[in-house]
């Protein structure tokens, strides 16, 4: 019989909690509840869906610390122009009047 996905990501978080380990809960798909794990040099993803299987991404650091320089390619890389990300009128407004 499969298992409750509810009772399974109970006893998941249990577990973690005995161990010592923080997380955090996000909802970011739909049927679906993540937890995200920090522990040093990794921060683990996993993921209880709703069908009772259960997703784990895992990211794991180099080991190199960047100074706040870095956060200027965050920004190059990853923020979309202001004009494209526009949702209400007023944004629409305040980006004409910058050009």
Known sequence: MKDN?????LRFLEKI????MSYTLAHHREG?????IAVPGE?????FM???????ERFTSNGQI???S????LFERYVEPAAETA???QDAELVAAEQ
């Open 50 to 56: 709703n069908d009772g299987s259960v997703e784990v």
């Open 5 to 9: 996905v509810f009772n399974k990501l």
């Open 66 to 68: 960047h100074d706040e």
């Open 70 to 73: 870095a956060l200027e390619e």
């Open 17 to 20: 909690e005995q161990m010592g």
């Open 32 to 36: 679906a509840v993540m937890v995200i």
């Open 87 to 89: 949702n209400s009128p």
């Open 43 to 47: 921060r683990w993803e996993v993921e």
